[in-house]
């Protein structure tokens, strides 16, 4: 499956999902497409339209209520974890990913579906492609909360554009790792499940730190 859309592409998706937000929901969609181009020109340029696609496809069933998407996620025969159904406001990811390849079939790429499925708790293991749509998520300009105002900070006061490409993946990764911690301490304060999939892309990214920082 292609990995490039074109600009026409691209602009008939964005089209096509507008409809399907509020104006709110879909102003947060293009203000994660762009901070996707940005991080993606970093990290895996040659995959730019894939992230922007992916952003524009990340939310299409945030506004779904929880009945239809639990509907689904049965339908299609997937057994939730306690942790899972614990947790309503990540479904949608998972439904997201679910929905593609029927209702945007061109877009069904196996990289853009990992990244849409995992864009709201990460999973141990994570590709750059899943870290940079979870991030984007995270600091597109548009989020005004002081968690997001710090990590979009953190990501680019560091200047990333100026390093080598083994410190670069480096920052991607202790950036990711800070915005998990905050996404976990966030749960925890408001007595939340956390997911146990964000538990262990906590578990992954220390590892990998650490084996990154004694190298």
């Known amino acids: 499956m292609c990995k490039h859309f074109d600009e026409e592409q691209l602009s008939r998706l964005r089209e096509k999902v507008e409809k399907e937000m509020s104006p709110y929901r879909f102003a947060h969609t293009k203000g994660v497409e762009e901070m996707a181009a940005r991080l993606a020109a970093l990290y895996v340029p040659k995959e730019v339209s894939l992230l922007r696609a992916a952003a524009i496809l990340h939310d299409v069933t945030k506004e779904r209520n929880e009945e239809w998407q639990r509907e689904l996620i049965a339908a299609r025969g997937i057994s939730l974890r306690p942790d899972e159904a614990s947790s309503p406001k990540i479904l949608h990811a998972i439904t997201a990913a679910l929905l593609i390849p ?84 966030n749960l925890e304060v408001k007595g939340a499940c956390v997911c146990l999939d964000t538990l262990a892309a906590c578990e992954d990214l220390r590892k990998k730190l650490s084996l990154l920082k004694g190298m």
């Not at 998520?137 to 006061?157: A, N, P």
Request: glycine share 6%; aromatic share 12%.
């Open 102 to 185: 029927c209702q945007y079939p061109d877009f069904a790429n196996e990289t853009l579906l990992s990244a849409v499925r995992w864009h709201t708790t990460g999973h141990g293991a994570m590709t750059v492609p899943e870290a940079l749509l979870y991030l984007a998520d995270y600091i597109e300009e548009g989020r005004r909360f002081g968690d997001c105002v710090r990590l979009r900070k953190m990501f680019f006061d560091a200047k990333p554009e100026g390093m080598d490409m083994a410190t670069r993946e480096q920052h991607l990764w202790s950036v990711m790792l800070a915005a998990l911690f905050l996404t976990v301490s």
